[in-house]
């Protein structure tokens, strides 16, 4: 499985950035696709959005539900999220990650990133500033 993150820089507030997700070496709708975020300074990753790639069903967090919007290409095999209305607060590093829609509860994985099953990007930069 690979995931390469791209579309990450710097933004002001209010402004927009569309993150791409590129993803190859598994079966693109037996799988969901999730952006986390890792604030500065913190190890936590906090769960913003998904997609089931099957039925393209979608999850977003508190933080980011009206702003962002997660949308796939299956013929490409690539997921986008669109983040508008920036705020200095969603300065972070972005990951992209998969994982089986066998077992998927969605809260949890947004939660807890359900370690033992997801694949992760190598994560984008996203630098909003004032």
């Known amino acids: 499985v690979q995931l390469v993150e791209s579309g990450g820089g710097m933004a002001q507030t209010g402004g927009s950035l569309t993150l791409s997700c590129a993803a190859s070496?598994?079966?693109?709708?037996?799988?969901?696709i999730g952006w986390f975020r890792q604030l500065p300074g913190t190890q936590n990753r906090e769960g913003i959005s998904?997609?089931?790639?099957?039925?393209?069903?979608?999850y977003y967090g508190d933080s980011t539900r009206g702003r962002f919007t997660i949308a796939s290409d299956n013929a490409k095999n690539t997921v986008y999220l669109e983040m508008k209305d920036l705020k200095v607060e969603d300065t972070a590093t972005y990951f992209c990650?998969?994982?089986?829609?066998?077992?998927?509860?969605?809260?949890?994985?947004?939660?807890?990133?359900?370690?033992?099953?997801?694949?992760w990007g190598q994560g984008t930069q996203v630098t909003v500033s004032s």
């Open positions: 990650a998969a994982r089986p829609l066998s077992g998927l509860s969605v809260k949890r994985w947004m939660y807890s990133g359900d370690p033992g099953s997801t694949y």
């Open positions: 070496g598994f079966i693109f709708d037996d799988y969901a």
């Open positions: 998904m997609i089931g790639l099957y039925d393209h069903s979608t």
